[in-house]
Each structure stands twice: as C-alpha cells, then as structure tokens.
C-alpha cells in the first residue's frame, strides 16, 4: 500500500499484531508538525485510531519539536489527537470492524504521496505471546537456510 517516500515506520506493529486490513488516510497537521515529521521525529507508541463524533482521530502519537522551532509551542500539544481524513464509506467501514471483538486500528506508518504526508493504518487483532514466538522462529530458520545456501554457493 505505501506509494510514496516512507517518513516513519510503527516498528512494533507487525511484530504485536496480526493485520487484517490496510488503509492510507490523510492527516490534519499543522505545518511544524509537518516540518518535524520530515526530520523523522513521530513516535508512534501506545497510539491508535479511535472514532469520536463519526470522525477518526488518531490518539496518542507523538510528534517531536522541529529543530528550528520557537520555544512558545507547548510540550503537550506533541500528543494531541489528530484528524483523519477518510471518505464517509471508509468511516463506515472503520466503525464497523473496530466494533467487533478484539479488533482494534494502530497506525502503521507516515508516508509521503505527492508532497502530501499520509497516514497508513490497520485493523489489527493482538497476537499470543505464542504466535510472536513462532514468527520469530520462522523468521531465524528462514535466516539459517538462506546463511547455508549462501555457504554452499546454491
């Protein structure tokens, strides 16, 4: 889904949640927001998507202080929630699956779309700390095989 320049990555997303679906919203940001998240300083720990009014917002993700920034911008402001911009089907969409059992929506990553700063979410469901486990193995056997093929010039 990403088709633009990638600004920042939730790294732990994929790792603590299975993804069911994916979707690239457009982001209310004010234009220093827009300036640190150039420079790579968005945080995405503990946020996540919630509908309030019939608009999402995303909660609880942090945007750092731009480097040329004055010092009269308040800290607090670095958490704000911030609007998405989604079309009403979408919305509808969103509502729906959030409301199920276990279902939750964590931004994935900011991505640059022509000269636009987008935000890539998912409807995720938490993984067992079992099924982290056994990805990790997958992942260290498929990293074992490709060190043996390597070694044996295959």
Excluded: H
């Amino acid at each position: 889904m990403k088709k633009g320049k990638l600004l920042a990555k939730n790294r732990k997303a994929r790792y603590n949640y299975s993804i069911e679906d994916e979707y690239l919203a457009g982001i209310v940001l004010k234009g220093y927001e827009v300036k640190a998240i150039r420079e790579g300083k968005a945080d995405f720990e503990g946020s996540y998507i919630q509908v309030l009014d019939e608009n999402p917002y995303v909660v609880n993700m942090q945007i750092g202080r731009y480097s040329n920034q004055s010092n009269t911008v308040d800290e607090l402001d670095a958490r704000r929630s911030r609007k998405l911009l989604l079309n009403q089907k979408e919305i509808d969409e969103l509502i729906s699956k959030i409301s199920q059992k276990g279902k939750t929506a964590v931004p994935l990553a900011l991505v640059l779309v022509n000269n636009n700063i987008k935000l890539e979410f998912a409807i995720v469901m938490g993984k067992k700390d079992y099924g982290k486990k056994t990805v990790a193995k997958e992942r260290q056997i498929q990293k074992d095989l490709a060190k043996e093929s390597k070694e044996l010039g295959i």
